[in-house]
C-alpha cells in the first residue's frame, strides 16, 4: 500500500519519536476533555438566565429579583402525579408577578390559577416534555409518543384531569363534556371518566319501533338524507348517505314499526273542522301550555323563539301524522314512555286547537323532491344491513336489531393517544389537538368510507369537545384519588307513592330537581317543603302564574284536578323538608306592628331589598328576583328568615347575596315580608 | 426510519406553519382603487379566552375623501405576539369592505390589529383595533359577572336576561367604563365589592357579597373589569406574587 507522501510527512512530524507523540496525544486528550465545558458554556437556558439578569439589572426591585433567582438547572419533581419539570430552569420568573408588565417570554409571570405551581407543576396542564432543557425538545418535540406543549385555547382540558365537577372557571370544559353527552358521542363511543363512571348521553334519541305510526316514509327519507335542513338545531349528525342507502333505510324502519295502540284502543280525535281553522286560539293554547318553554320555533325573521329541551317545531306538521300529533298532545307517554314530555292534562278542546296549530306548521319544500317507490324485499333487507353497519341502534331502539357494544373507539384515553397510532391526512397540522380539531369538524376527510357522521359544531363547540377529549389522558386515571374533584353523582331518586306516580307523568324532573336528580331549568324542590306554605302550593298547582316577572321560561299550567294538586302539596310539604330548621318553629303572628315597621325600613334603606325585589308595585321596580307582593302567603316564616341569615345553604348557587344580617334585622325583615299578603283580586280593587 | 425522517422532515415544516403564520408576509394583491380613510364596520373590542378565535369577524371598511365605501382597496392586517389574522391580507368587496378573522395569542390582554392601507398617492392609511384575550383569572371574573352583576351592570338587556339596571337610583358602572374604575383601586373595589356600597359611602343598592362570594372570586372579578377597562387600565407599582 503507499502512501500520499504529505500524510507520511505529518505522521513523521507527529509521532517521530516518542516525545512528540506524547505531545500530541496530550494535545487531541485535552481538545476531546474541553468538548464539555464549551458546550456546557453554550448552554441554551444558560443564555435565557443571563438574558433575565440583563432585564432586570435597572429595576428598582433589581436585588430582590435576582436575590430569587436560582442559578442552574431547577427541576420540580412530583412522583405522584408522574411530573418532571424544568421549565423553570428559563421561565425563571413565573412567581414575580411583578413583572407581569414586561410581557416576553420566557419571562412572563404566571398569570393567578386556583394552585399552587410547585404542587402541580407545569406539565399537567401545558404538557410538553417536562425533563427537556431545550427550547425545541420541551415545547414541540413529537418523537415516539411525545406531546408537544398544548396551545392556549385548550389549558382548561388540564383542569378536566382531575375536576369532574364544573367549575365555573372552565366554562370551555363544561361545555365540552356537556356537547358529548347531548350530541350522542358517547352513544358510540366509550368514554370513563377518571372516576372511572361510563360518561351516558343526555341526547334521549327516540326509539323507532314505532316509527310508522308516527311518520312516513318521505320524511325518514328526506331527514336521514340531511337532518339539518328540516331542523337546524337537530342533534342528529348528517351520515352523508347516498340515495340508495337512504331509500334501503327507510324501508327497513317503516316494514320493523309496529302499533303502539292496541287494536281495540280509543283513537284520539284528530284536529279539524272549526279546530285547525282557528290559527289564533291555537296559538294562544301554545303560549299558555308555555311550549316554548322546551320547544323552539323559527321566526319570519330566522330567529329561534324558545329553550332547546325538546325538538324544534318550524316544520313540524310536515313530519308527524295528524292521528299520532293528536294522540301525543294529549299522552305522550302512550307512544313513548321515557319521554321527557310531561302529561299536559289538556281539555278535548284544548289538545284539537293545539293538534291544529301545529298541523299548519309545515314546509311544502322539505318533501317536495322526495319520491319513493314501494321497497322491495331487497332494498327493506339492504336497509337493516345498513343500519347495522351505521351503528343505528347506538343510538335508537329498533325492533330485530341489536344495540351494538363498543362500536366506536374507545375515548377513555383519547388525550394521549399517540401521535404515532394516528394516520395524519392532507394539511392537518401533526399534533393531537389539530387531530381531534379536524376529526370533529370534518371525520370523512380521514377516510370517505369512515362511519363517523358530520356534526355541525361552530368553531367554539369544536374547541370546546377538543378541549373536553384532551383532558382524557393517562395520566389523570393514574392520579392520586385524593386529588379527584368528583362530579354530581347520578342519581336514580324517586318519588313514592301516588303523588310520586303523578310527579313522574308530569315530567317534574325535566325542569325541576329534586335530591340531586333532574333539570336546572327550575328551581331545585328539594326542600321546598319548608319554604312553602300548602294552600298557596295547591293554588298555584292549579294555575301557575309566574314569580319572576323578567323571565321567560315559565312553569306550564298542568289542568291538575283539586285531588290532584291536594296530593302533590301534601307530598311536597311532608317529605321535602330541609333538616336545617323546622319549618312551624317560627310563628308569624309573634310580629308586632313596630317589627314590621323596622323591617319596612331597613327593607327599603339599610338593605335595599327594592333594588332587586317588588313589595309594593306602585313604586318598587326592580326585577331580578321574585316578587314579593304575596310572599307572606307563599313562604313560611322560618324560611324566610333562614334564607335571609345565608340563602346559598339553603338553596345553592343562588345570586341573592348572603348579607351577613343580624338576627335582629332578619327577624324584623321577616315580620316585614310575612305582612305581605296582597292577593291580585285586592289589587285590581284597589285601582 | 423512513418514517422517522419522514416526520422530521415534515414538523418542522408543520410547526412553522403553524406558528409562523404570523410572519409570514402574504403578498398583497395588487389594489384596483385607493381610498382616503379607513374605518372599524365591527368586531373590535371583542373578549375571549386567550388563544381562541373571536366569534364575529373584525370588518373594516376603505372610505373615499367624501366618506364613500371604496371597492377593490388593498388592505393588510397585522396583529402583535402570536396572535393570527386571516386572511392578512385582501382587496375591500363591493361594499367597501374587508372582513377578516382574528384568533388571538396565548397571554392575557390586550392584541392591537393594525389595518393599512394606501391613498392614491402612496401615503399609508393606518386603523388600529384592539381585542382583548382573558386568561384564567379574568375568565372566571366574566363568568362571576354573567351570574351575580351584569343584571344590574350591564345596561343592554337580552332575550335570556333583562337588564336591571334602569330601575335603580344609583345607576351601575358599566365595567368597561374605565374613566371610572381605573382611578380607583383594588383595594377599593375589593371592598366595595365585599362590604358592598355603604363601604365607599356610596348606594346600599350596591349588595355585599363578602360572605356569598370566595376572596379569589373577588379578585377574579377584579381582574375581568381590570380586562375590559376602556380606556385600558395601567398596572402601577409593585404587584406580589401570590403564587
Request: charged fraction near 20%; aromatic fraction near 8%; hydrophobic fraction near 40%.
Amino acid at each position: 500500500m503507499r502512501v500520499h507522501p504529505k500524510i507520511a510527512s505529518a505522521w513523521r512530524f507527529l509521532f517521530a519519536d516518542s516525545g512528540r507523540a506524547f505531545g500530541t496525544l496530550a494535545v487531541v486528550l485535552v481538545l476531546c476533555l474541553a468538548v464539555v465545558p464549551v458546550k456546557h458554556h453554550f448552554r441554551e437556558w444558560a443564555r435565557y438566565q443571563a438574558g433575565y439578569l440583563r432585564l432586570i439589572r435597572h429595576r428598582s426591585d433589581s436585588a430582590g429579583l435576582e436575590r430569587r433567582l436560582q442559578p442552574g438547572i431547577q427541576q420540580t419533581w412530583i412522583p405522584e402525579l408522574g411530573v418532571v419539570d424544568r421549565c423553570t430552569t428559563c421561565h425563571v420568573a413565573t412567581k414575580e408577578s411583578s413583572l407581569m408588565d414586561m410581557g416576553t417570554q420566557p419571562y412572563r409571570p404566571h398569570p393567578a390559577v386556583p394552585h399552587s405551581l410547585t404542587e402541580f407543576g407545569c406539565v399537567m396542564c401545558h404538557r410538553g416534555q417536562g425533563a427537556a432543557t431545550t427550547v425545541e425538545d420541551a415545547h414541540r418535540s413529537t418523537k415516539a409518543g411525545e406531546q408537544a406543549v398544548l396551545p392556549a385555547n385548550y389549558f382548561a382540558a388540564g383542569c378536566g384531569q382531575c375536576h369532574q365537577d364544573a367549575p365555573i372557571g372552565t366554562p370551555q370544559l363544561n361545555l365540552g363534556r356537556s356537547l358529548l353527552a347531548r350530541y350522542g358521542c358517547v352513544n358510540c363511543h366509550t368514554l370513563q371518566t377518571a372516576q372511572g363512571v361510563t360518561m351516558q348521553g343526555s341526547d334521549e334519541p327516540p326509539p323507532l319501533i314505532h316509527i310508522g305510526e308516527k311518520t312516513t316514509r318521505q320524511w325518514i327519507y328526506a331527514w336521514l338524507k340531511n337532518p339539518q335542513a328540516y331542523s337546524t338545531t337537530a342533534t342528529m349528525p348528517d351520515f352523508k348517505l347516498s340515495d340508495a342507502a337512504a331509500r334501503d333505510i327507510s324501508a327497513y324502519l317503516i316494514a320493523q314499526s309496529t302499533p303502539y295502540l292496541a287494536a281495540d284502543a280509543p283513537k284520539a280525535a284528530i284536529a279539524g273542522g272549526a279546530d285547525a281553522a282557528n290559527p289564533q286560539e291555537g296559538a294562544s293554547v301554545y303560549g299558555e301550555a308555555f311550549c316554548a318553554s322546551c320547544h323552539a320555533v323559527q321566526n319570519a325573521a330566522g330567529l329561534m323563539v324558545g329553550g332547546d329541551l325538546g325538538p324544534e317545531l318550524t316544520r313540524i306538521g310536515s313530519k308527524v301524522k295528524p292521528e299520532w300529533l293528536a294522540q301525543w298532545v294529549r299522552n305522550p307517554k302512550v307512544y313513548f314512555p321515557q319521554t321527557a314530555m310531561s302529561h299536559y292534562r289538556f281539555t278535548e278542546k284544548q289538545a284539537g286547537l293545539l293538534t291544529g296549530f301545529l298541523e299548519a306548521k309545515t314546509d311544502s319544500d322539505f318533501l317536495a323532491k322526495v319520491n319513493l317507490e314501494s321497497p322491495t324485499q331487497e332494498q327493506i333487507v339492504n336497509g337493516k344491513a345498513l343500519i347495522n353497519e351505521f351503528g343505528c341502534a347506538a343510538c335508537h331502539a329498533i325492533n330485530r336489531i341489536q344495540r351494538p357494544d363498543n362500536f366506536a373507539p374507545e375515548l377513555t384515553a383519547v388525550g394521549s393517544k399517540p401521535l404515532s397510532k394516528i394516520a395524519f391526512v392532507g394539511t392537518v397540522p401533526h399534533t393531537l389537538p389539530d387531530y381531534l380539531a379536524a376529526k370533529v369538524r370534518q371525520p370523512r376527510i380521514f377516510g370517505a368510507k369512515l362511519k363517523m357522521p358530520q356534526y355541525n359544531f361552530t368553531p367554539a363547540q369544536v374547541d370546546a369537545v377538543v378541549t373536553a377529549l384532551l383532558a382524557q389522558t393517562e395520566r389523570a386515571q393514574a392520579l392520586p384519588a385524593t386529588l379527584r374533584v368528583q362530579g354530581h353523582p347520578l342519581s336514580n331518586y324517586h318519588p313514592a307513592a301516588k303523588a310520586g306516580r303523578l310527579m313522574e307523568d308530569m315530567q317534574c324532573f325535566s325542569c325541576h330537581s329534586i335530591n340531586g336528580r333532574g333539570g336546572t331549568m327550575a328551581p331545585d324542590l328539594t326542600w321546598e317543603g319548608s319554604a312553602v306554605q300548602r294552600q298557596w302550593l295547591v293554588n298555584f298547582m292549579k294555575n301557575p302564574n309566574t314569580l319572576r316577572p323578567a323571565l321567560i321560561r315559565r312553569m306550564p299550567k298542568f289542568n291538575v284536578t283539586d285531588a290532584e294538586a291536594e296530593t302533590l302539596a301534601d307530598y311536597i310539604t311532608t317529605v321535602y323538608q330541609t333538616p336545617a330548621f323546622d319549618s312551624d318553629s317560627l310563628d308569624a303572628a309573634s310580629f308586632t306592628a313596630g317589627d314590621r315597621e323596622r323591617g319596612r325600613q331597613l327593607f327599603y334603606s339599610k338593605y335595599a331589598c327594592q333594588s332587586c325585589h317588588i313589595v309594593d308595585p306602585q313604586n318598587d321596580k326592580g326585577y331580578v328576583g321574585p316578587t314579593l307582593t304575596q310572599v307572606g302567603t307563599r313562604l313560611t316564616a322560618a324560611w324566610v328568615f333562614h334564607y335571609l341569615k345565608n340563602p346559598q345553604a339553603l338553596r345553592p348557587g343562588t345570586i341573592e347575596p348572603n348579607q351577613n344580617i343580624s338576627d335582629d334585622d332578619t327577624r324584623a325583615l321577616t315580620a316585614f315580608l310575612m305582612a305581605q299578603k296582597k292577593s291580585p283580586a285586592q289589587e285590581a280593587a284597589k285601582k | 426510519m423512513k418514517r422517522r425522517g419522514f416526520i422530521i422532515a415534515v414538523l418542522p415544516l408543520a410547526l412553522s406553519i403553524g406558528c409562523g403564520r404570523r410572519n409570514a408576509e402574504s403578498p398583497l394583491p395588487q389594489a384596483k382603487a385607493f381610498g382616503a380613510a379607513l374605518v372599524e364596520v365591527s368586531g373590535g373590542k371583542q373578549i375571549a379566552i386567550v388563544g381562541s378565535p373571536l366569534d364575529q369577524p373584525l370588518i373594516v371598511q376603505v372610505n373615499d375623501a367624501q366618506g364613500a365605501p371604496v371597492a377593490g382597496a388593498a388592505v393588510s392586517l397585522q396583529v402583535n405576539d402570536d396572535a393570527v389574522v386571516t386572511p392578512p391580507a385582501g382587496l375591500t368587496g363591493p361594499d367597501g369592505q374587508l372582513s377578516v378573522g382574528v384568533a388571538l395569542g396565548g397571554m392575557s390582554g390586550h392584541y392591537r390589529v393594525v389595518t393599512t392601507t394606501r391613498d392614491k398617492s402612496g401615503k399609508v392609511i393606518e386603523l388600529r383595533s384592539d381585542e382583548i384575550a382573558l386568561g384564567y383569572q379574568q375568565n372566571l371574573g366574566r363568568e362571576l359577572n354573567e351570574t351575580y352583576c351584569s343584571r344590574c351592570h350591564d345596561s343592554e338587556s337580552t332575550a335570556e336576561r333583562v337588564s336591571n339596571h334602569d330601575n335603580l337610583n344609583a345607576k351601575p358602572h358599566a365595567f368597561t367604563e374605565g374613566s371610572f374604575f381605573n382611578t380607583r383601586s383594588d383595594a377599593d373595589l375589593s371592598s366595595i365589592i365585599t362590604h358592598g356600597g355603604p363601604a365607599l359611602n356610596k348606594s346600599p343598592e350596591m349588595p355585599p357579597y363578602g360572605a356569598t362570594l370566595h376572596k379569589t372570586d373577588i379578585e377574579a372579578l377584579i381582574a375581568y373589569i381590570r380586562a375590559v377597562s376602556d380606556p385600558p387600565y395601567r398596572l402601577k407599582g409593585l404587584v406580589y406574587a401570590k403564587n
